[in-house]
C-alpha cells in the first residue's frame, strides 16, 4: 500500500514536499522516520510521482493518476498488473534502481548467490559515475533488497518478513538452495498482452524512438528489452508479437519477410497508443 499512500498526499495534482519530511508525515503515513522515505524512494521509482525541478513539490504522474485514483486501473495494487508495472520501472527503466535493472539486463548466469554479485556490480555503478564512492556494505544492502524483493525468505525474524512483498507474485526469481538464485525464464501467464505492448512501447522510446522497425532479437535480447525484464524466452515474445496488429489497432504490426523479422510502427497511429496499451492491460 506505499504507492496509494504516497498518491494520496497529492493535492491539486502535487505532493508538498513537506509530505515526507516535516514530523507530522510519521503520523499521516503511520510508519517510521525512515519508512517515509523509503516510500518517496519507491513513489518515484515506480513512476508514481516526478522529481521535481530545485525543492518544488512533486507531481504526479499521469500513469500514476490512471493506475491509482480512487476510481483508477487499480487503487488498491491488487491486480497483476501493477506489480508488472513497478518491475518495468525498476528493472527496465531504472529509475532510481539502478542494482535492479543491473540485475535483469547484465547477469546472465544460470544461477547467482549474492556474494558473487557484488564486484560486478560495483564495476558497473563505477561505469556510470566513477566519482561516486560506495562501500561494499551498500551494494549488499541493495542486492539483498532487490532479491528478496522476488524471492521473499520463507521464513523471518519480523512479522514484516513474513509478509510477500508485491512483485515476488510474479515469479521471476526463485531459490534454488540456500543463498543460490536463478531467473524463471518462459512464459509469463499473468503478464498481459498491453502491459508487454506498453513496455514494447517505452523501449522503444528508449532507443530512439524515430525509427518505425524494431528487430526482432532486439525486442527479445536489447539490453532494457521486454524480453530481456520479463525474462521471456524468444517463442513467448513471438506469440506476443503476432496479435499486435489486433491489439493495436495496425498501429504496431509484426512482418516476417525474407528472413527479416520485425515490428512495423505506424506512426501516424501512435500518439495516445501507450496509454490505450495500458489501459488495456487492466481492461482487456
Request: hydrophobic content about 40%; some cysteine; proline content about 5%.
Amino acid at each position: 500500500m506505499w504507492l496509494k499512500k504516497a498518491f494520496d498526499q497529492a493535492k491539486d495534482g502535487v505532493v508538498k514536499r513537506s509530505a515526507f519530511a516535516d514530523e507530522a508525515a510519521i503520523a499521516e503515513f503511520g510508519v517510521g522516520k525512515n519508512m517515509v522515505a523509503a516510500i518517496r524512494h519507491w513513489a518515484l521509482a515506480c513512476d508514481v510521482i516526478k522529481e521535481p525541478d530545485g525543492n518544488a513539490d512533486y507531481p504526479l504522474t499521469e500513469n500514476g493518476r490512471l493506475i491509482f485514483s480512487d476510481d483508477g486501473y487499480d487503487p488498491y495494487a491488487e491486480h497483476p498488473t501493477t506489480a508488472w508495472y513497478c518491475h518495468w520501472c525498476l528493472a527496465g527503466r531504472g529509475t532510481r534502481a539502478t542494482t535492479w535493472y543491473w540485475l535483469f539486463n547484465h547477469v546472465v548466469g544460470p544461477t547467482f548467490t549474492r556474494d558473487e554479485l557484488e564486484e560486478p556490480l560495483a564495476d558497473y555503478a563505477k561505469s556510470i559515475d566513477a566519482n561516486r564512492r560506495l562501500s561494499p556494505a551498500t551494494f549488499s544492502r541493495d542486492i539483498e533488497t532487490c532479491i528478496r524483493g522476488y524471492a521473499p525468505r520463507a521464513s523471518g525474524a519480523s512479522p514484516e518478513e513474513y509478509a510477500e512483498p508485491m512483485l515476488a507474485e510474479l515469479g521471476l526469481i526463485y531459490e534454488e538452495k540456500k543463498g543460490h538464485f536463478a531467473f524463471r525464464r518462459g512464459p509469463k501467464s499473468t503478464l498481459s498482452d498491453g502491459l508487454f505492448a506498453f513496455a514494447l512501447l517505452d523501449f522503444w522510446k528508449s532507443k530512439g524512438g524515430s525509427q518505425n522497425s524494431l528487430a526482432f532479437e532486439t525486442i527479445v535480447y536489447g539490453e532494457g528489452s521486454p524480453g530481456r525484464v520479463f525474462k521471456l524466452d524468444e517463442e513467448s515474445v513471438a506469440e506476443r508479437l503476432f496479435g499486435l496488429a489486433d491489439l493495436t489497432r495496425n498501429a504496431l504490426t509484426w512482418t516476417d519477410s525474407a528472413g527479416l523479422r520485425q515490428v512495423m510502427r505506424d506512426p501516424s497511429k501512435g500518439a495516445q497508443l501507450p496509454d490505450r496499451m495500458l489501459k488495456k492491460a487492466y481492461h482487456g
